[in-house]
């Protein structure tokens, strides 16, 4: 096995639901497009729903006060339907596959 450096920082962000899901989802359009316009910029690199149902998780690049200045302005949080916890992280081992991705 071989260790990996990513080129940059990398954060995990833990969206939780506060609200009904009635509510999650009238935001839910809103919140597609900030997506859309993170991936657009290569600042998101996954995204998805937590299982069950209770939120959401995204991998991002970026330093924890960068990132934390992004998903502050996400629908979801500016509208009160979720929190959000940033997860700093430093990539230390990454599938071959994954290398340029992450660089």
Known sequence: MTGFRAG???CVVLL??????????AQMAAH???LEQ???????????????RT????VMRGAREAVEQVVATDPFVTSGVATAEVV???ASFAATELHGWLA
Not at 45 to 52: C, D, E, I, T
């Open 8 to 10: 940059g920082g990398l």
């Open 16 to 25: 939780s639901y506060v609200r009904p899901l009635d509510e999650v989802d």
């Open 32 to 34: 597609v497009a900030w």
């Open 38 to 52: 993170g991936f657009g910029q290569s600042v998101f690199l996954v995204a998805g729903r937590r299982a069950p």
């Open 55 to 58: 939120g959401g998780v995204i």
């Open 88 to 90: 700093p992280f430093n």
